[in-house]
Antibody
Framework: QLQLQESGPGLVKPSETLSLTCTVS??????????WGWIRQPPGKGLEWIGS???????YYNPSLKSRVTISVDTSKNQFSLKLNSVTAADTAVYYC????????????????WGQGTLVTVSS | DIQMTQSPSSLSAAVGDRVTITCQAS??????LNWYQQKPGKAPKLLIF???NLETGVPSRFSGSGSGTDFTFTISSLQPEDIATYYC??????????FGQGTKVEIK
């Protein structure tokens, strides 16, 4: 059964870089059927897509965050990672990693999966 | 980019009531729409994929319909365990994945 697990510091200082890793188990990140992505949710607010990556390294970013975001993939470790630089209190959120279908390559609900999420607080 | 407008932002209904949530896309998205349920402190859970397909294990009181720009999510008979926030999510051949603003469902 596929599992995604976020890991990384729960507290980051303002102006520093937030770094998270998503470890995928029970399936290969090198599949042509999926995109892998990051979504965040500030306390009491809605879901915001941060960006996604294909196993080849092709990336897609939310335009509102693009200047500060880097997503990378390590197929040898079955992991993908998020870096968000120059963070402020507004970046405080629960960060989720997720798998999403790639149209034409996967169908059905099993194409989708989310990690449990990790709270990252930006504070000095 | 495509924008998703979800309404209402919150609703209160009695147990057994029919509950309807709508999501409108700013352009034609075919049936590339999912519905998620999120309970406090939990990750979103997929309920409906491709606009109208019920995910395995999800109770049949949940349903989705629509295509193009207008979509509807329905709980046919609201149960206490359905208290949650519901989100629509649009996708395409490539990212981005765009979420609606969410609808918080409460018991009256």
């Amino acid at each position: 059964q596929l599992q995604l697990q976020e890991s990384g510091p729960g507290l980051v200082k303002p102006s520093e870089t937030l770094s998270l890793t998503c470890t995928v188990s029970g399936g290969s990140i090198s599949s042509s059927s999926y995109y892998w992505g990051w979504i965040r949710q500030p306390p009491g607010k809605g879901l915001e897509w941060i960006g996604s990556i294909y196993y080849t390294g092709r990336t897609y970013y939310n335009p509102s965050l693009k200047s500060r975001v880097t997503i990378s993939v390590d197929t040898s470790k079955n992991q993908f990672s998020l870096k968000l630089n120059s963070v402020t209190a507004a970046d405080t959120a629960v960060y989720y990693c997720a798998r999403h279908r790639r149209l034409g390559y996967c169908s059905g609900g099993s194409c989708y999966s989310w990690g449990q999420g990790t709270l990252v607080t930006v504070s000095s | 980019d495509i924008q998703m407008t979800q309404s209402p932002s919150s609703l209160s209904a009695a147990v057994g009531d029919r509950v309807t949530i709508t999501c409108q896309a700013s352009q034609d998205i075919s049936n590339f729409l999912n519905w998620y349920q999120q309970k406090p402190g939990k990750a979103p859970k997929l309920l409906i994929f491709d606009a109208s397909n019920l995910e395995t294990g999800v109770p049949s009181r949940f349903s989705g319909s629509g295509s193009g720009t207008d979509f509807t999510f329905t709980i046919s008979s609201l149960q206490p365990e359905d208290i949650a926030t519901y989100y629509c999510q649009q996708y395409d051949n490539v990212p981005p994945w765009t979420f609606g603003q969410g609808t918080k469902v409460e018991i009256k």
